[in-house]
């Protein structure tokens, strides 16, 4: 079964700050999707990274994958209070999706 | 507002019974995913339908199962429930199989 980890769980960060969230699996996939999710709300789609070295951009957030490596990472540049929310990423592996934890991110003024 | 819709929003219910729960797909899209999310498991894929027809199976108990209609809702039925079993369940859509999934509200379903 895949394994998908992301670090760190939990992120307090001051507006204006920039950040990384990692997202590491244990096995080749080739579809790598990050999900946002307001506390009592449903997911909504971030990104969906196809292929080695793709790389996306969404305002604040940047999103890039390295297959080589099995990293995605989420990169938040100048935070701001609107983007606390939890970050999940999910891989798809053999027709299934495999979700991360999660990572809480709480952005401070 | 996805235009994915589910229902009902909640549902509180007895060991032992068994519900449905309801996804109506956005307009156009063919394929769509159940999901649960509780405090222990975390998000779990449960299964996927794709025109009516099933595609993937996650991690899915044999107390669960699904169909997708011909109109292209989709109802995930829930049978001999236990505490473990309260969650909350997405529904998701998309237009062909790997595309962009789009979340609907959710049901949270409570077994007392």
């Known amino acids: 079964e895949l394994k998908v980890e992301q670090n760190p769980l939990f992120l307090s960060m001051q507006e204006g700050k920039n950040y990384t969230i990692y997202c590491n699996y244990s096995?080749?996939?080739?579809?790598l999707y990050w999900y946002r999710q307001d506390p009592g709300k449903s997911l909504e789609s971030l990104f969906v990274l196809l292929s080695n070295g793709a790389v996306k951009q969404e305002g604040r957030l940047m999103a890039s994958l390295d297959t080589k490596a099995r990293l995605s990472t989420l990169h938040i540049t100048a935070a701001v209070h609107d983007l606390s929310a939890t970050y999940f990423c999910a891989v798809r592996y053999g027709n299934q999706f495999y979700f991360g934890t999660g990572t809480s991110l709480t952005v401070i003024p | 507002d996805s235009g994915v819709t589910q229902t009902p929003k909640h549902l509180i219910t007895a060991t032992g019974q068994r519900v449905t729960l309801r996804c109506s797909p956005r307009s156009g899209d063919l394929s769509v995913y159940w999901y649960q999310q509780s405090l222990d498991q975390g998000l779990q894929f449960l299964i996927q339908y794709y025109n009516g027809e099933e595609r993937a199976k996650g991690n899915i108990l044999e107390r669960f199962s699904a169909q997708q209609f011909p109109d292209l809702h989709s109802e995930l039925n829930l049978s001999s429930l236990e505490l473990g079993d309260s969650a909350l369940y997405f529904c998701?859509?998309?237009?062909?199989?790997?595309?962009?999934?789009?979340f609907g509200p959710g049901t949270r379903l409570t077994v007392l």
């Open positions: 096995t080749t996939s080739d579809r």
């Open positions: 998701a859509s998309s237009v062909q199989m790997l595309d962009t999934q789009y």
